[in-house]
């Protein structure tokens, strides 16, 4: 499979980095981020009090509308 120089940048980050990182760049770009639910037609942000949070092993975005 070949893949553009582009995504093998972001595949190098994915691989590169530590979820504390990741969840740095989750803070870094969370006022470019918005969640669109289609079945009520509601967007959300990321909430500012209580931004991203790692819940185990996964990402916890918190939302607002």
Request: proline content about 2%; hydrophobic content about 35%; overall charge negative.
């Given at each position: 499979?070949?893949?553009?120089?582009e995504f093998?940048?972001?595949?190098?980050?994915?691989?590169?980095?530590?979820?504390?990182?990741?969840?740095?760049?989750?803070?870094?770009?969370?006022?470019?981020?918005?969640?669109?639910?289609?079945?009520?037609?509601?967007?959300?942000?990321?909430?500012?009090?209580?931004?991203a949070n790692?819940?185990?092993?996964f990402y916890?975005?918190?939302?607002?509308?």
């Amino acid at each position: 499979m070949h893949y553009t120089e582009e995504f093998k940048k972001v595949m190098e980050f994915y691989l590169d980095t530590t979820p504390k990182q990741k969840l740095m760049f989750i803070d870094l770009i969370s006022d470019k981020l918005t969640f669109f639910d289609t079945t009520e037609n509601i967007c959300y942000d990321i909430d500012e009090e209580a931004g991203a949070n790692m819940n185990g092993i996964f990402y916890q975005i918190n939302i607002k509308q």
